[in-house]
């Protein structure tokens, strides 16, 4: 084609020195005349000239070099597993978290049993209040129960003696009606001091600080001495976590609302520690969070000594699949007046042949984006040099994959 375009321009470069010889003393108008004659020359020339090229290249390819003919990169297409994925960030949260209280009241401490960091079972004592005024006051009620069974005792013998005196026409009735009284009434005072001593016990009892929960005491922020109410403002003076039964919690746009459901699929990463969860959501909530458009879901995580509450989490909800689809690298997709489409190789005769295709796309992730029609498993998508290619240009490829 070199040797094709020198030829061309120094025949053209004759033509123009012979006109500007033999006209130099001619007529304007012959002048014109022989303008015309010698463009008409040029095309035949141009034309024949193409036509030995024709012939040539058909007995002797070689001869020719094809200056178009355009270096590519091809991958044959096949059908794959095509999933899109939600890509958030959450955190390693606790399904049982206790915030350890006195059941009935506030109380000084006498002793601590746990610190920051211990195993605790469930119902394990971890606090120890000050109990001295309540069991003073069990004594005292002790001592008066026990006086008024003493009273009631005496009363009871003096209502039978006068009853039996009664019913031998002895004495009077109103005598009989107040010993039968004091007697009812010793036994109603009786069963009220009984009541109190049961619940001065119970009191005793709150002086106990127990464990509701299996787990790590995370924290342990009170001392002997101190007020123990179970917050110091927001913080929690004894905390318990059950590392045994932790979740992944994590915020998703309300845009999403839609296609997150109970039961999604989902990965959790936790990149500090370099491991990989697939698991479900458990939890879907209902309500969108008004400040931040989102709303709130969980997902069970399994038993791992290596997790620790408020992790940071990389959450992949999964939101679409479809089985058996085309995806091809985003990059290699063009958009014109038609919308989008790919370069594909096709072989045409002997040829490598660049064709331009229309297609319809779908979900885009992780650099791959889902092809829904216009390409078939088998044909040739054109993945690399294919920057400034063109309709019908030929191709040729050291790279198949």
């Not at 995580?301 to 985003?330: F, G, T």
Request: with cysteine; net charge positive.
């Amino acid at each position: 084609m070199q040797k094709t375009l020198n030829i061309l321009i120094f025949t053209t470069s004759i033509i123009i020195t012979s006109c500007g010889t033999k006209t130099e003393s001619g007529s304007l108008a012959a002048k014109k005349a022989e303008i015309e004659q010698l463009k008409k020359d040029q095309i035949n020339i141009g034309n024949k000239i193409h036509s030995l090229e024709s012939a040539v290249a058909k007995l002797d390819s070689s001869v020719v070099k094809n200056e178009n003919e355009k270096l590519v990169g091809l991958t044959t297409l096949s059908t794959q597993n095509f999933v899109h994925y939600i890509d958030l960030q959450g955190r390693v949260d606790a399904e049982n978290i206790s915030y350890i209280s006195p059941r009935l009241g506030a109380g000084q401490v006498r002793a601590i049993y746990v610190k920051k960091g211990d195993y605790v079972k469930k119902g394990q004592l971890l606090v120890k209040l000050d109990d001295a005024i309540v069991k003073q006051q069990i004594v005292a009620a002790k001592q008066n129960s026990e006086a008024l069974r003493t009273q009631l005792t005496f009363a009871k013998d003096v209502y039978t003696r006068r009853n039996n005196l009664w019913k031998q026409g002895i004495g009077t009735e109103i005598d009989l009606i107040n010993a039968r009284t004091n007697v009812e009434a010793l036994e109603k005072q009786i069963k009220g001091a009984e009541e109190s001593i049961k619940t001065q016990q119970e009191q005793l009892s709150g002086s106990n600080i127990y464990s509701d929960v299996e787990g790590i005491a995370e924290e342990v922020n009170v001392r002997v001495g101190e007020l123990f109410t179970g917050f110091i403002g927001n913080m929690a003076q004894i905390k318990i976590v059950n590392t045994s039964n932790l979740k992944v919690i994590t915020e998703v746009p309300e845009n999403y609302s839609g296609k997150v459901k109970l039961g999604s699929a989902i990965i959790v990463t936790l990149p500090d520690i370099n491991k990989t969860y697939n698991t479900r959501i458990s939890v879907s909530g209902r309500v969108i969070d008004p400040n931040n458009r989102s709303f709130h879901v969980e997902a069970k995580l399994p038993s791992d000594a290596s997790l620790r509450q408020n992790q940071i989490a990389l959450v992949k909800i999964q939101d679409y699949a479809a089985v058996n689809a085309i995806a091809i690298p985003v990059n290699t997709v063009g958009t014109d007046e038609k919308g989008k489409y790919v370069f594909m190789a096709a072989t045409e005769g002997s040829k490598l042949v660049a064709r331009k295709r229309q297609i319809t796309i779908g979900e885009l992730y992780n650099q791959l984006i889902e092809v829904k029609s216009g390409l078939a498993a088998g044909e040739q998508l054109i993945t690399e040099g294919f920057q400034n290619i063109y309709d019908g240009q030929i191709l040729k490829t050291d790279i198949k994959k």
